[in-house]
């Protein structure tokens, strides 16, 4: 963690499933600086929505750069009304 708090680097992956987040680095740029980690989780909750999860990651020890975690998204695809979820076998094809 920096001095002054953490730092957390908004990944492609969080800025494609979050507007919020998108909208961050377009007005501050790719980074952000919270006063700890805590608070940097509350923002990737605020940005999650219903379809996407965004969290903060740590970043790894060798790598390169300033950053403490990372800001990183999934989109979760809907089943839908049509697929029931279940596993097909062989003989349903």
């Known amino acids: 963690m920096t001095d002054e708090g953490y730092l957390v680097a ?3 992956s969080a800025r494609r499933v979050s507007a919020r987040a998108g909208r ?3 007005r ?6 919270f006063d700890s980690k805590p608070l940097a989780r509350e ?3 605020a ?6 999860t965004v969290w903060v990651q740590d970043a790894p020890a060798w790598a390169a750069g ?7 998204g999934r989109r979760f695809r809907d089943a839908g009304a049509e697929r029931s ?8 094809r």
Do not use: F, H, M
Request: charged content about 20%.
């Open 10 to 12: 908004v990944k492609p």
């Open 24 to 26: 961050w680095v377009n």
């Open 28 to 33: 501050e740029g790719p980074t952000r600086l």
């Open 43 to 45: 923002w990737a909750r």
């Open 47 to 52: 940005c999650s929505s219903a379809g996407a």
């Open 66 to 72: 300033d950053a403490d975690g990372y800001l990183v």
């Open 85 to 92: 979820g279940q596993q097909a076998t062989i003989t349903d």
